[in-house]
């Protein structure tokens, strides 16, 4: 398996390891966000993103489908949106030529 | 460095690995896009959902502001996409509760 796809399938497992803990498995509850931010997020290059110390806003944020949990679509955009800060951080943001959709902010 | 933020930085890396190949060594070109795809997309599992036979058409799909090169926000979105597809095959769909954006098929 190539680095990119050991990265996604890592992705995908810490996902389940935190949504597991309650009965709705294939999705992360307020509690279980906030344990998975608190024990994954852990780097200064990530923290100031996410912010442990409130889960609730993190969660209004990430849960775009308003049913109070993260499910995985949510949470892959969320991991997108993080690896962008990363990738930001590095070399500053990109330049946006055209108008599609791939220059909007979030 | 906990295994979710490896997993964030190892996408940035492999990112830079195929797009500094060239002048432009923020984006990702057509061939720099072949080459990524080829070399690190090798499992069964991903490899049905990208095709490294048909670049043109995954290039046309991942470039949403068509300026022809492919940045890191429209990959980005590019491994989310593949993330959910890998958790699909695990999972099954997520159910969709709300009308919200999380529910939305890309």
Not at 8 to 23: K, L, P, S, W
Not at 34 to 48: C, H, N, Y
């Amino acid at each position: 398996m190539s680095k990119l796809e050991k990265a996604i399938v890592a992705i995908v497992e810490v996902f389940e390891e935190y949504a597991g803990t309650d009965d709705q498995k294939k999705q992360l509850s307020n509690a279980e966000l906030g344990q998975l931010i608190k024990a994954q997020i852990t780097s200064p290059e990530f923290k100031d993103k996410m912010d442990s110390d409130n889960i609730k806003e993190v969660m209004e944020e990430l849960d775009k489908n308003h049913d109070g949990e993260v499910n995985f679509r949510e949470f892959s955009q969320c991991i997108a949106g993080l690896a962008r800060a990363y990738w930001q951080k590095k070399h500053g943001k990109d330049k946006c030529k055209g108008k599609g959709k791939g220059c909007q902010d979030k």
